[in-house]
């Protein structure tokens, strides 16, 4: 082991090591570092100094349901919305979450009746396959007596259950809509709507629902932030996902809602300020980036010639006032080849790490493959896979 070089006092880490052409390239995770070079180019306009005694308290407003939510931060998160056009925010509750996962749990302890934790059964949480990964295990993991995962909402019977929609889907991209009639019993949808903005998809409305999760992984790419919002009409409802946080982690870090809130308004000084640059606006960026490489990694399956692809669609956008064509996030990859059964695995033969249709209760001949790593990653990847016969 070489001698490891001094790490200087309050140097970041910079997260997953760099590529060579002969690296196992990672695409399991949806690791948004394919933003880090926009953010190296818009100079101070997302950066914070944070003195020593500054964000010390507990409490940020304690007037508000959600007693732990910067100002700051709220007032962006709707400033952004507004601008983009793809949710309503008036009317609604800003909760601030650790992640939009925090307030994914948030949500079904809110929704859950606490009566099923003693004599009921617990609520059902359902999603329509193929589902993200981390719903079943999240919703599982402490075998809460309040809720259970209960699979694919298609082929759920019974009436009291929660339903989650994520539109844009993850894996696949498709746009959804809750299957489940919440007339027809004591259904509640929750939707994750980590994916509906500009760089992914056209904005074609704005979505209106009960409960909408946002997060700054996948509209800014700052995962390593934690923080994502919550868009609550129910005040009820509000206060029981607050209580969930305040008896899960006290709160929600200040310093990073403090940083999210500047990151949001570099986003949105750059569409509406007068001076700002074009190069520093974020959805034009993302978009063209995310096309250039659906139309290489398209190229590279067709060089191939043994995987398919969901096809493209397109639709008007609301935010860029032109058509635009939706460009995942994930590439929900199919191999064509008879003999492999299981995608995953032949891709890992070839030293590329994906995840297996079979963990969003799909076929094992698909594979979910990370668009958002760092350009030499994503080089790599296509090269690799169009190499492949
Ligand atoms: N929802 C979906 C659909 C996601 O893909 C992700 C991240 N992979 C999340 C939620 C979680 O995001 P966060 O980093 O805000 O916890």
New binding site residues.
Partial sequence: RQQEEPVAAGAPSTGKPAVTPESVINLD??DPTMFEEFWRGTGSAAEIVIPGWQTMSYFSDVGNVCWFLEPGFDHEVRRLHRLVGNAAVDGYHVLV????????MAALYALSPPAAAGAGAPMSVVSTAPY?S?YPAVTDFLQSGLFRWAGDANSFKGDAYIELV?SP??PDGTIREAVLSSESGNGIAVH?L??YWPQYTPITKRADHDIM?F????STGH?GT???WALVKDRDVAKKMTKFIELNTIGVSKDSQLRAAKVLRAVSDAYELPEAREEHRLFDYGRRKMAERWSMLREAAAASGIFSLPDETSGHCNFAKETASTNP??AWLRCDREDVEDCASFLRGHKILTRSGSQFGADPRYVRVSMLDRDDAYDIFVRRLASLK
């Fill in positions: 995770h949806g979450g650790t992640g939009s996962t925090q307030l994914f993200y981390s994520c889907n993850n994750d980590a994916y999760l997060t700054v992984s996948k995962a934690r923080i994502g996030a994930f």
